[in-house]
């Protein structure tokens, strides 16, 4: 295609995710909820670990740092779609949506890997506990975070650089609620058909390499745990099965997005919802009810702050 006839594409229209307005109002308020929870159960997380000098330990330091990422995750796309229900007009600049692509890859990426460090903690804790604190070390951990974010970020960048290079030229309208790499490509004035399969493989390899590893690291656990005392295993298993629910729950719509891409629309759509939205909002909900030291964490501070209130 002659360059000459390209116009420059400045912004994306955004269909989002229903054309009525009684149900985007209604919308509107259930993820502004939604949202606020998440950032505060986040936030509520990350303050008990840094605090309490009780959950100063790997396990809960990984958690943190978890945390701290499904917020983020959630930042990158659901204020946009928040503020968009209560807009006639759903556009998104082309920078705005290079930028969107971008942190979702990277902040996804990241906790794809961070959840594979998780894995790799908890194996260490049940099969090699004598040696736990010498191989998860601060400096350890620290090393493994930092890894995380910079695969995280070489993903990210590996997609955005491709995307910035296509030509756009002709319909600008995405059927969601935020750019992504399958949609996007779509809009491009050229044979997308193969670039679309590269781009889904690119992340694909990330999403099953990381969901394999975890299925592979449970397992193990899973073995070593039936092997050992009933007391150790019955607390082992309890903190495998948030973990794995976590897992579950997050690879599960990447899968779908990523690996085994489907052409229906209002599925891609609750799929985008579900990771970007429920996902960061279940997995603090997950690990605060299944685990006690997050409980005795929660009364610890509550009694203290009592305290506080009622001595000033």
Same mark, same amino acid.
């Given at each position: ?23 985007q109002?209604?919308l509107?308020m ?16 990350? /303050? ?6 009780? #959950? ?6 990984? =958690? *943190?740092?978890l945390? +701290? !990422? ?7 796309t659901t ?9 006639e ?12 692509i ?6 996804g ?17 049940i ?6 604190s ?16 910079t695969?995280?970020f070489?993903?990210?960048?590996s997609q ?13 309208e ?15 004035? /050229? ?6 399969? #590269? ?6 390899? =990330? *999403?099953?390499?990381? +969901? !394999? ?15 050992s ?7 082992a ?19 779908f ?24 909002l ?21 009694s203290?702050?009592l ?6």
């Amino acid at each position: 295609m002659d360059k000459g006839n390209l116009s420059v594409v400045s912004e994306f229209m955004l269909l989002g995710l229903s054309h009525s307005w009684n149900m985007q109002v209604l919308l509107f308020m259930i993820f502004f909820m939604l949202y606020l929870i998440i950032i505060c159960g986040n936030i509520v997380i990350m /303050i008990l670990i840094i605090t309490d000098p009780h #959950l100063h330990s790997p396990m809960y330091f990984l =958690l *943190a740092n978890l945390s +701290f !990422v499904d917020m983020w995750l959630s930042s990158v796309t659901t204020p946009k779609m928040i503020i968009d229900f209560l807009r006639e007009n759903k556009t998104i600049s082309f920078g705005g949506c290079m930028c969107q692509i971008l942190f979702v890859h990277f902040v996804g990426g990241g906790e794809m890997v961070l959840l594979v460090v998780m894995a790799y903690d908890r194996y260490v804790a049940i099969c090699k506990p004598l040696h736990y604190s010498t191989i998860m070390s601060l400096q350890k951990c620290i090393g493994l975070v930092v890894t995380s974010w910079t695969i995280g970020f070489v993903h990210a960048m590996s997609q955005v650089v491709v995307i910035l290079q296509l030509p756009f030229c002709g319909p600008r309208e995405l059927d969601s609620f935020f750019c992504d790499i399958p949609l996007i490509i779509k809009l491009a004035c /050229i044979d997308s058909y193969n670039l679309g399969i #590269l781009m889904n493989a690119d992340s694909g390899v =990330l *999403a099953m390499t990381c +969901f !394999v590893l975890l299925l592979i690291s449970y397992t193990y656990i899973l073995l070593i745990v039936h092997q050992s005392s009933k007391t150790g295993a019955s607390k082992a298993l309890s903190t495998c099965t948030t973990h794995i629910s976590v897992v579950v729950l997050f690879f599960g719509p990447c899968i779908f997005i990523y690996v085994w891409p489907l052409s229906i629309t209002w599925v891609d759509k609750f799929l985008a919802v579900f990771y970007s939205v429920i996902t960061p909002l279940l997995n603090p909900a997950i690990y605060t009810l299944r685990n006690k030291e997050i409980k005795y964490a929660m009364k610890r501070y509550r009694s203290y702050y009592l305290h506080c209130k009622e001595n000033s």
